[in-house]
């Protein structure tokens, strides 16, 4: 099993480091091979996404990805910017599947600025449409064509667009997920979000996602624009299951829940591509303003690390052990900053990856 291991910017590179050792542990035969991507690879190669990063990439069975992106890279014109890194990635490989669950832990019910009754027991799942929509919409530039910046452009423009094999998968995977989670004792709903009351777009999507959903009589559809969605989010986040909605939308909300667990470094996420082939990553980006300091959170990465094993390697009893240890160093009381709460232990990225080895049994 071979893993391509692309720590990128920022804390990209402590939480991999965390991660890599949680893996090294487990003592399964895996092949790891590292390379530079995002603002480093610009640094050294001259390019976010260098063919060879690509090529290692395309190679192996999974992707462990930390995170891309500085400030100091602004000023670049688009195409050479860190997050053209993950976008290429996404594209070249097809990962058009994200899923982005969001767990509240019991330990960590206190951390949300959610009120405790609204948040415990969570676990609702948001699949997130990945290589379609506005991101990769075609005209897309501006009208006074320069590179770099806009000093005087009198227009810029991107393109909304889904076509209906786009949407038919994803949806696929929607319901087979709220079907999976069913057997598991879930509600066996798939809410999709759209826009449709004035998007035409969406109101495709919405049509589409509707006789997709006729293949699953076990499973209940329902529909919600993405404001509304916004809103319920943090008004009653646990009357939703599974999440399905466009690249766009899906990129707003799932920051919004991820939150909803107390901090969005506790976030892993899988991106999928039909061959089962994955790039996992924390559900935060890179952080450069706590870069280097040795305090971010490494479980997010750890826990992406598990969702590998899970979906790509066909590891689950790896997995769950993984899961299972990070559970109990939460239960320990061990918190880096972003979750600590008095009465809890303060502990560094370094440590909580150590703690989550010990933790492994
Ligand atoms: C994410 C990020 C990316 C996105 C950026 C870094 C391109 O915000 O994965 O959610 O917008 O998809
Ligand atoms: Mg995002």
């Not at 290692?56 to 688009?78: C, H, N, P, Q, S």
């Not at 039909?274 to 490494?298: F, K, M, T, V």
């Not at 790509?312 to 790896?318: D, T």
């Not at 997995?319 to 709460?341: F, H, N």
């Amino acid at each position: 099993m071979k893993i391509a291991i692309l720590p990128g910017d920022g804390i990209g590179t402590e939480i991999v480091a965390e991660a890599i050792k949680v893996l090294q542990a487990l003592d399964l035969s895996l092949t790891m091979e590292t390379a530079p991507v995002g603002g480093a690879a610009y640094e050294s190669h001259g390019h976010p996404l260098p063919e060879s990063t690509l090529q290692l990439a395309k190679d192996a069975d999974a992707i462990l990805f930390g995170a891309v992106g500085d400030w100091k890279y602004d000023t670049l014109e688009r195409s050479l910017r860190p997050e053209q890194a993950i976008l290429g990635l996404r594209k070249h490989l097809g990962l058009f599947a994200n899923f982005r669950p969001a767990i509240c832990y019991e330990q960590l019910v206190n951390a949300s600025s959610l009120k405790p009754e609204l948040i415990s027991g969570l676990d609702i799942l948001i699949i997130r449409e990945l290589t379609g929509d506005i991101y990769f919409g075609q005209p897309r530039g501006r009208r006074t064509a320069t590179d770099g910046h806009f000093p005087g452009a009198e227009e810029a423009f991107d393109t909304m667009r889904y076509s209906r094999p786009e949407i038919e998968r994803i949806a696929h995977v929607a319901f087979q997920a709220a079907r999976t989670r069913k057997a598991a004792g879930s509600e066996g709903r798939v809410t999709s979000v759209d826009k449709a009351n004035v998007l035409e777009t969406f109101q495709f999507w919405k049509d589409v996602v509707t006789e997709v959903g006729q293949s699953y009589p076990d499973i209940a559809l329902d529909h919600m624009y993405v404001d509304n969605a916004a809103m319920q989010l943090v008004k009653q986040p646990k009357r939703f299951d599974v999440v399905v909605t466009g690249n766009m939308f899906g990129d707003i909300l799932s920051d919004e829940a991820s939150m909803l667990t107390g901090s969005i470094g506790m976030l892993p996420s899988a991106s999928l591509n039909s061959r089962n082939q994955g790039l996992y990553e924390p559900s935060h980006g890179s952080a450069p303003d706590i870069a280097g300091q040795g305090i971010a959170n490494p479980l997010a990465t750890i826990l992406s690390a598990a969702m590998m094993l899970r979906f790509s390697l066909q590891q689950p009893e790896a997995a769950a052990r993984i899961e299972k240890a990070v559970d109990t160093v939460l239960s320990q009381g061990l918190r880096t900053p972003d979750i600590y709460s008095a009465g809890t232990t303060k502990v560094s990225t370094r440590e909580m990856g150590d703690a989550v080895v010990k933790a492994l049994g």
